[in-house]
């Protein structure tokens, strides 16, 4: 069983830290699409492919969900993600060791709120594949495909209850076909670029479980604005201002 290596204790704003290691840190993707879910204080949230926790964590550290689960495959990502719950007191955290194919009996199904997924932006077949077997999951679809994701989060939802992706540009029709097909109708739909002037690098969708047709196209998030930190950003990352320097 992988075990976690050279593992750090990071800060994560407002006084609260996150385990993570070399294999299984975190980006700023996850940090925007942790704000974009706009969570509430009773949803109950599922984060599929979780690695460290950081997106449910992020949403534990001002209180603003009841209760969140995060799934990966892979142990030493679990074990960070347990390290930081047991140790910083995130008591309404459980880590899930599962492939999100095998997720049912572990989970129950039909009753969550919130599903977030920062999942792989690679398809299985697209490109030069990493060689270390975290990286290859966490880049490329070699567990689960993109309808894997979608499948499993409307499953896990009740009706009404919203599942928040993100992903990069090009697979975004694709995203929304799957998201109907298996019934999340695409509600919020943001373009995230790294300046002014810059094409999209990243999505950040929003859909509901069994709602009515209607999607509101936000407007578009930029990284830096004249070579500064965009003030949007500022107010993203605004609990944990060390953090700044890894943004982009």
Known sequence: MDKAVNVKREPIG??????VSDEHTFGTD????????KP???DIAVDLGTGCGIIPFLMLRDGKIKEAFGVDIAPAATE????????????????VLSDIAELKGKISFGD??????NPPYKAANAGIKAEKSARLIARFEST???EDTVRVGAAL????????MCQRPERLAELITLMSKHGVEPKRLRTVAKAVGEAPWLILIEGKRDAKPGLVIEPELYIYKDGELSEEMKR??????EAYRGVG
């Open 14 to 19: 407002n006084g609260r830290f996150i385990y």
């Open 30 to 37: 996850a940090v925007l699409l942790a704000d974009f879910a």
């Open 40 to 42: 509430k204080r009773n």
């Open 80 to 95: 960070l993600a347990e390290m930081t719950a047991s140790k910083e007191n995130f008591d309404n955290f459980t880590a």
């Open 112 to 117: 969550k709120t919130l599903v977030t997924c």
């Open 144 to 146: 689960c495909t993109l």
């Open 157 to 164: 939802l009740r009706t009404g209850g919203r599942l928040c």
């Open 236 to 241: 993203i990352y605004g609990p944990y201002k």
